[in-house]
């Protein structure tokens, strides 16, 4: 199994910066590798939509509304991710998650963590 735990969420005001950091624990030993891990959002009664992901080759991908302004990265040493975000807007508040994709015994599996509450409010 991998566990996942977000971290970074509070409140900021408009304009303002935050970081989220996300980091998998892998607790299977067959666990063959971690390929892609990402940041999602929700607000309640939306569906959860995607916000930045990067792979294990450092590829990333954005949604429209974070290009330009959020950064996603990555710390191989310790499986984990940073979501550095400026400009902050009331619209992205939100609760935010990281997803966990990985391989075990060739099989694709993913794992989301518990969220973290991003509130962006004067």
């Known amino acids: 199994q991998v566990h996942v735990v977000e971290s970074g969420g509070g409140l900021v005001q408009p304009g303002g910066s935050l970081r989220l950091s996300c980091a998998a624990s892998?607790?299977?030993?067959?666990?063959?590798?971690?390929?892609?891990m990402g940041w999602y959002r929700q607000t309640p009664g939306k569906q959860r939509d995607l916000v930045a992901t990067?792979?294990?080759?450092?590829?990333?991908n954005y949604s429209d509304s974070a290009k330009g302004r959020f950064t996603i990265s990555r710390s191989d040493a310790k499986n984990t991710i940073y979501l550095q975000m400026h400009d902050l807007k009331s619209e992205d508040t939100s609760v935010y998650f990281c997803?966990?994709?990985?391989?075990?015994?060739?099989?694709?599996?993913?794992?989301w963590g518990q969220g973290t509450q991003v509130t962006v409010s004067s």
């Open positions: 990067i792979s294990s080759s450092d590829t990333t």
């Open positions: 892998v607790t299977l030993p067959n666990v063959e590798r971690i390929y892609e």
């Open positions: 997803l966990v994709k990985w391989t075990y015994d060739g099989v694709q599996h993913s794992s």
